[in-house]
T-cell receptor, first 109, second 116 residues
Framework: GQNIDQPTEMTATEGAIVQINCTYQ??????LFWYQQHAGEAPTFLSY??LDGLEEKGRFSSFLSRSKGYSYLLLKELQMKDSASYLC??????????WGAGTKLIIKP | ETGVTQTPRHLVMGMTNKKSLKCEQH?????MYWYKQSAKKPLELMFV???????ENNSVPSRFSPECPNSSHLFLHLHTLQPEDSALYLC???????????????FGPGTRLTVL
């Protein structure tokens, strides 16, 4: 079966760096996505990786290793507004998104 | 209006009621999706419409019935639901093309459904 694993919850301190990991086992691979979802709101697109390596976008970076079935989202200079759930999703061979359950990130002052 | 809108934002219904959820996208996309989001569970894809044709139906119970009258509007008709159907129902849209690229999905704010 297809599976996306990510930690359920993480806690970090304002101003620090946090890395959220995602491992996947899917039938085919056509890209990996990270979304941010604040409580009670819609998920919003953060990043897309289809080739191995690091994609940097401001304070957020996303890394992919296809051979290891692994990705991480790196958040730098954490702000209180970064408290949210972070969803990892992989597009499979049928071009459908397979979603992880999300990682709830709690930022403390 | 911009982006993806959904109405109503909250809905409480009895198991014998019939109701409909509405989604509208203002992004010129050609694909629309219904998802179910339950607490601490992955997003569950329910239906996909690509160029107004339903291309995916992930074994969703028949008490959920989608309708896509045009590329901008999507409905989810509900009847004789069960309490376990209580969840957040999210609509999304994307631009699907054969040229590759992210084609990321844009989500609406969701309808919080409670079935009594």
């Amino acid at each position: 079966g297809q599976n996306i694993d990510q930690p359920t919850e993480m806690t970090a301190t304002e101003g620090a760096i946090v890395q959220i990991n995602c491992t996947y086992q899917t039938s085919g691979f056509n890209g990996l996505f990270w979304y941010q979802q604040h409580a009670g709101e819609a998920p919003t697109f953060l990043s897309y990786n289809v080739l191995d390596g690091l994609e940097e976008k401001g304070r957020f970076s996303s890394f992919l290793s296809r051979s290891k079935g692994y990705s991480y989202l790196l958040l730098k200079e954490l702000q209180m507004k970064d408290s949210a759930s972070y969803l990892c999703a992989v597009r499979d061979s049928n071009y459908q998104l397979i979603w992880g359950a999300g990682t709830k990130l709690i930022i403390k002052p | 209006e911009t982006g993806v809108t959904q109405t109503p934002r909250h809905l409480v219904m009895g198991m014998t009621n019939k109701k409909s959820l509405k989604c509208e996208q203002h992004l010129g996309h050609n694909a629309m999706y219904w998802y179910k989001q339950s607490a601490k569970k992955p997003l569950e894809l329910m239906f996909v419409y690509n160029f107004k044709e339903q291309t995916e139906n992930n074994s969703v119970p028949s008490r959920f019935s989608p309708e896509c009258p045009n590329s901008s509007h999507l409905f989810l008709h509900l009847h004789t639901l069960q309490p376990e159907d209580s969840a957040l129902y999210l609509c999304a849209s994307s631009h699907e093309s054969s040229s590759g690229g992210a084609n990321e999905q844009f989500f609406g704010p969701g309808t919080r459904l409670t079935v009594l």
